[in-house]
DNA sequence: TTGTAGCCTTTTTTT
DNA sequence: AAGGCTACAA
């Protein structure tokens, strides 16, 4: 472990002076983007080459040396949990300044967030001049999606002819690239007429429910400022100082705004690695990169390119990967720090038998006085994460899952949140169609399309339709009374949203609405956890108390919705604190760990089939793979499997091109199996779950033969009576059995 | 109006 | 494989 220098940000040089104290540890190249003096400045930085703690240490220096208030500075990430990483290391570098009797300077005053968050804020502030409700909420792309198909079939567009992906995309799209549907050519084309159709009513749709997607946060800021010269002034005075991490991900819309809010006066200190730009398919664009050093007067480069997480041969691997890339803006990453193991290269019958695989290692690597939480399963997507927790968890290995279902998508939960915003906005029709009948209280489609014809006649929302239709006659008494009983359980709530705590209110919110009810009746495993996650919500709700209000006199419930929907939810940490970490590609950029799994490197799942189509497609798949090989620091994994069972179809795979791509003489093939030729030869039936008599069989188990003794399953093929598997008895080598005859037990 | 059985489609990455 | 959607019976 001796070439990882130790991490300053906590390294008592308390006696130094502060300059010194700062800089110490740093290398030149390091030093040279910290110290730099003020001005506009472009850090080009390698995987692991310190291009946080860059960011940091520019920060402390500004305020320490430069003398300059945190009040006018501002740092912009992409994600909550960069956000945060990166207010807590400042605030510990300076306390540590702090002691060494340094006057206290508070980064509490500092601007950290992300694009969105940063842009909700200023909502929040604007919401008058930025033209929207001042009780306007954010949602996200599944309630987006909703709208978009109900905007679509009030036009009468066939799902099946326009698919609401589609149009959903179309949108984002023209947001992002700062387009209203007024900018857009008056299409001779249908498609394109169409979309700009969907657009316009869906926007429409969105004011009045006072609603606002993700691509409008920043839309609205950037016309809010392009309309109000005075409020962009005020911002523009205040924020002297500009700092950008991850700037290779910034789109069009992100790339306008820091222009505007920089104006002519700030110093923007940009950090960003065009070779781990990947996030091409929502906007981001990496020649913001160049247009930077152009629009932005007397730009200075800095590269950083010594890593120092990675062994000499992770590294060797990830460049010789990256060079297939042109057009980059070049850039070598080298170490002083050993070569270290080879890159071990696993070739897997099937899914199932990667996962047996990788869970081997990660019990070997725990047995061997690891910890769990170094190892990393990193996978191309998130459907490929179910065999690998099937696997962790029949080990009895603690794991903990990164995004894919995030906790406030699930079902349950966007119920009860849905209540909660119709508290928070009676005019929330998005909310009030969810949730009115959820769970069933007879009011049926009948119903509740007359309360939205009605709102749509009179312009008004679907809660006041209701009002209005309740007392009209055109409904039958039942219907009627149902939608009174549900106003009315609405409005009782609504008595004590100013009064309770909102964990409270939630908690009436279950109990009243009978969502609580309903899942206890049904009672089954799944409901169960539903009722559990109910539960985590309640408690979720209990940071949100009034003193804790740091957001512009919002209440606690405006707060929490507002957060809950820009924030992935990475903290409701459940279960698995300690354990191995399971994440897509996607989510992993930015960390490290000793051990690193990459798996499923097959044509077509990585690069993904989708990104085949085109050159930068292929190449934003390249930059993902040497996102993933980079966050290795000591040793790396890769596996594939000869065939894989995608969307409950049997596929035969080639090996990724990525792997061809890192140099062989870096890469050390393992075989665990048998010398048994069979191996080679695909599997003709699928080779795991057999449903014979003898129950849960598949590749990977352990079972007991009366006469060969304890064994793996190594294949299978067949089924019924034909069903055979392939055995592995340690010394006596492999077996070919027939299922119904060998009499074989599971072993645990 | 509700609940369910069976048909259908969908397949990437996320603030 | 799994979720969404439709059609149908109660």
Not at 177 to 199: G, I
Request: hydrophobic fraction near 35%.
């Amino acid at each position: 472990m001796s070439q990882f220098p130790p991490t300053p940000d906590s390294d008592p040089n308390a006696d130094l002076d502060p300059a010194s104290a700062l800089i110490n540890l740093l290398n030149d190249a390091q030093r040279e983007a910290v110290c730099a003096p003020l001005g506009n400045r472009l850090i080009l930085a390698g995987a692991g080459s310190g291009k946080t703690r860059v960011l940091i240490y520019r920060m402390a220096w500004l305020m320490q040396i430069e003398r300059i208030s945190p009040y006018s500075m501002l740092a912009v990430t992409f994600t909550n949990k960069a956000a945060n990483e990166m207010r807590a290391r400042l605030m510990k570098l300076l306390r540590t300044a702090e002691n060494s009797g340094q006057p206290r300077i508070s980064a509490y005053d500092l601007w950290v967030g992300t694009f969105h968050g940063l842009a909700h804020r200023l909502l929040r502030q604007h919401w008058q001049e930025a033209g929207l409700l001042e009780n306007f909420q954010i949602i996200d792309s599944e309630d987006q999606s909703r709208i978009v198909r109900k905007v679509m079939k009030a036009l009468e567009l066939d799902e099946k002819n326009w698919p609401p992906k589609q149009a959903q995309w179309f949108i984002n799209q023209c947001k992002d690239e700062a387009r209203r549907p007024h900018d857009l050519d008056n299409y001779d084309d249908v498609f394109e007429r169409t979309m700009k159709q969907v657009y316009k009513n869906y926007q429409e749709t969105c004011e009045r429910n006072g609603l606002v997607d993700f691509a409008e946060l920043l839309l609205r800021v950037h016309e809010l400022w392009v309309q109000n010269p005075h409020i962009l002034a005020d911002y523009q005075r205040r924020f002297q100082h500009i700092l950008v991490d991850e700037f290779q991900d910034t789109n069009t819309i992100q790339y306008l705004w820091l222009q505007q809010l920089a104006g002519a006066q700030a110093h923007v200190f940009a950090v960003g690695d065009d070779d781990q730009s990947i996030y091409g398919w929502r906007g981001a664009k990496v020649t913001n990169l160049h247009h930077f050093q152009q629009d932005f007067p007397e730009v200075q480069l800095t590269k950083l390119e010594q890593n120092y997480r990675s062994t000499g041969t992770i590294l060797e691997a990830a460049n010789r990967l990256i060079g297939n890339n042109p057009g980059r803006l070049g850039k070598n990453l080298w170490t002083d720090g050993e070569e270290g193991l080879p890159i071990s290269l696993y070739r897997a019958f099937n899914e199932y038998d990667e996962a047996r695989f990788i869970v081997e290692r990660v019990q070997s690597w725990a047995d061997e006085g690891g910890s769990l939480k170094e190892c990393a399963i990193l996978y191309r997507s998130n459907a490929q994460s179910r065999v690998l927790e099937e696997a962790l968890l029949s080990a009895r290995l603690p794991y903990r899952v990164y995004g894919g279902l995030r906790f406030f998508e699930r079902a349950e939960i966007k119920d009860a949140m849905a209540y909660l915003q119709l508290l928070a906005n009676e005019d929330n029709d998005s909310a009030f169609e969810r949730v009115v009948n959820t769970p069933t209280r007879g009011i049926g489609d009948r119903t509740v399309e007359i309360v939205r014809q009605e709102a749509r006649r009179n312009g008004i929302s679907m809660w006041r339709a209701a009002g209005q239709v309740i007392v009209s006659g055109e409904l039958t008494t039942r219907a009627a009374n149902a939608l009174r009983k549900f106003q009315e359980m609405i409005l009782q709530l609504r008595e004590n949203t100013g009064s309770l705590p909102l964990h409270e209110l939630t908690e009436q919110v279950l109990e009243n609405s009978g969502l609580r009810a309903q899942l206890k009746k049904k009672n089954t495993e799944k409901d169960q956890t539903r009722l559990e996650n109910l539960d985590e919500l309640v408690n979720a709700t209990k940071h949100y108390t009034d003193e804790s209000l740091d957001s512009d006199g919002l209440s606690p419930l405006q707060t929490f919705l507002s957060k809950t929907v820009l924030d992935t939810g990475e903290e409701s940490s459940h279960s698995g604190e300690n354990g191995v970490q399971l994440m897509t590609l996607h989510s992993a950029k930015g960390l490290e760990f000793p051990l690193i799994f990459l798996c499923g490197l097959e044509e077509k799942l990585f690069p993904h089939s989708m990104s085949l189509q085109d050159e930068n497609g292929l190449e934003e798949e390249r930059r993902l793979c040497y996102v993933g090989i980079t966050r290795a620091m000591r040793q790396l994994y890769i596996s594939y499997a000869e065939v894989r069972r995608l969307h409950g179809q049997e596929n035969y795979t080639r090996p990724s091109r990525f792997i061809h791509e890192i140099p062989a003489e870096l890469l050390e093939e393992i075989r665990l199996r048998s010398s048994n030729q069979a191996v080679y030869q695909a599997p003709k039936a699928p080779a795991f779950a057999m449903d014979s008599g003898a129950g849960k069989f598949r590749v990977g188990q352990r079972v007991m033969h009366p006469k060969f003794g304890e064994g793996v399953i190594l294949n299978s093929e067949g089924s019924g009576a034909t069903e055979r598997v392939e055995v592995h008895f340690g010394h006596q080598g492999s077996k070919w059995l027939v299922l119904v005859y060998a009499n074989l037990q599971a072993v645990e």
